[in-house]
């Protein structure tokens, strides 16, 4: 079984800073990639930020610039550092994370989610 479990999101005013941050565990293989998703009331969830096992990182052009997306390999962790935050940054971001587990029956690959973290930028 896996679990990722995210931590760090809060209330900030404009202009101002955010980590977030998110730990992946259970019996995971390997992990391929892990990143961040937003959803805002009464929008589509939307990728933020994405960082792959081999480096590859894509950010959404409305971050870019802004939010840094790192991870902890030996860790399986993945944070997200965010910068003159604004307030359509609003929203709950979700942790998501490609994994290989494993357990008796063999390898599994497929993608999880977390509870997901507020975030709210305003005044």
């Known amino acids: 079984q896996v679990h990722l479990v995210e931590s760090g999101g809060g209330l900030v005013q404009p202009g101002g800073s955010l980590r977030i941050s998110c730990v992946a565990s259970g019996s995971i293989f390997r992990v391929n990639g892990m990143g961040w998703y937003r959803q805002a009331p009464g929008k589509q969830r939307e990728l933020v930020a994405y960082?792959?096992?081999?480096?590859?990182?894509n950010y959404a052009d409305s971050v870019k610039g802004r939010f840094t997306i790192s991870r902890d390999n030996a860790e399986n962790t993945v944070s997200l550092q965010m910068n003159t935050l604004k307030p359509e940054d609003t929203a709950v971001y979700y942790c998501?994370?490609?994994?290989?587990?494993?357990?008796?029956?063999?390898?599994?690959?497929?993608?999880?989610w977390g509870q997901g973290t507020q975030v709210t930028v305003s005044s």
């Open positions: 998501q994370a490609s994994l290989t587990t494993y357990d008796s029956g063999g390898y599994l690959h497929a993608g999880y």
């Open positions: 960082i792959m096992t081999g480096g590859n990182i």
